[in-house]
Nanobody, 122 residues
Framework: QVQLVESGGGYVQAGGSLRVSCAAS????????MGWFRQAPGKEREFVAG????????YYGDSVKGRFTISRDNGRNTVVLQMDSLKPEDTAVYYC???????????????WGRGTQVTVSS
């Protein structure tokens, strides 16, 4: 079992930056691919970014490429999503997830956090 807790969400103006973190407990995340997803009201959960178990391979959703950066620190059991050049359409609840494969499909991740709200004003 892995417990994931997100933090760092908040309110920011368009063009600004936010950094959201995911702290894991129960197991070390080194055996998992880690992902970030987001869900806005009335919309389906959307893949944002993922990082492989072995640091070096990352994968981004088209809407965030070039603006968001995912990183992991297996020693601290944390994953971070740095979000720059934020847009109002980035407003959503952001979820951290752990799974066996680096994929963009939410259903293939085994563990989820409860999410953190990110709101970007225009």
């Amino acid at each position: 079992q892995v417990q994931l807790v997100e933090s760092g969400g908040g309110y920011v103006q368009a063009g600004g930056s936010l950094r959201v973190s995911c702290a894991a407990s129960g197991q070390n995340i080194s055996t998992f691919a880690m992902g970030w997803f987001r869900q806005a009201p009335g919309k389906e959960r959307e893949f944002v970014a993922g990082i492989s178990r072995n640091v070096g391979r990352t994968y981004y959703g088209d809407s965030v490429k070039g603006r968001f950066t995912i990183s992991r620190d297996n020693g601290r059991n944390t994953v971070v999503l740095q979000m720059d050049s934020l847009k109002p359409e980035d407003t959503a609840v952001y979820y951290c997830a752990a799974g066996r494969l680096l994929v963009n499909t939410a259903g293939l991740y085994d563990y989820w956090g409860r999410g953190t709200q990110v709101t970007v004003s225009s």
